[in-house]
């Protein structure tokens, strides 16, 4: 059954490690017949969140911000499964991917009772360390942010040791996210 596959990828280099990953999971999904559909956040034009409590009144524009969020908003609700993809930055996900996570608050509010549209989600990361408490950090937000909202992880891919655009050539975790990719 072919499933729709939302990634937002967080990298600011366009080119990065981030984005080998985010290629060599895309080659799998698509193969196994899937619909994949990859944001780079860093390209778009994407405000924070106010947190004005203002959202979900247009159920066709959720937050009071008209932004590039306007085409993601559409393929999240829509989505069978959502991807995180972002280097490890200061032992967190990148500004830019939470930025677009935050936003996403706008589609709770659609609901009285801020229900969050089912997600079975993937987290791809690059990093330089490569040691286990290196993604201590973003494995507690990963994990307490889908128990908070619901949501089911499928896998994580963490790839260390790769700092310099090109580092991830030959890491495992690009056949990994592969498998992953064509797994689905």
């Not at 909202?149 to 050539?169: F, R, T």
């Amino acid at each position: 059954m072919t499933k729709n596959i939302l990634i937002l990828n967080g990298s600011p280099r366009h080119n990065g490690n981030t984005s080998r990953l985010v290629e060599e999971f895309t080659k799998g999904a698509e193969k196994a017949g899937h619909k994949v559909t990859a944001f780079n956040i860093q390209q778009m034009n994407i405000h924070p969140c106010l947190g004005c409590l203002g959202g979900g009144k247009d159920p066709d524009s959720p937050c009071v911000q008209k932004d590039d969020m306007l085409k993601i908003y559409p393929l999240f609700e829509k989505a069978d499964i959502l991807v995180f993809a972002t280097p490890l930055y200061y032992w967190t996900i990148t500004a830019q991917l939470k930025m677009a996570i935050d936003r996403l608050f706008a589609v709770q509010e659609k609901t009285s009772n801020y229900a969050m549209p089912m997600q079975h989600c993937v987290m791809l990361m690059a990093a330089e360390g490569d040691t286990d408490d290196n993604f201590e950090a973003v494995k507690h937000y990963y994990h307490a942010l889908l128990r908070h909202l619901g949501w089911e992880n499928i896998k994580e891919i963490y790839a260390g040791g790769v700092m310099k655009i090109g580092d991830i050539e030959g890491h495992p975790a690009l056949e990994e996210a592969y498998i992953l990719g064509s797994g689905i």
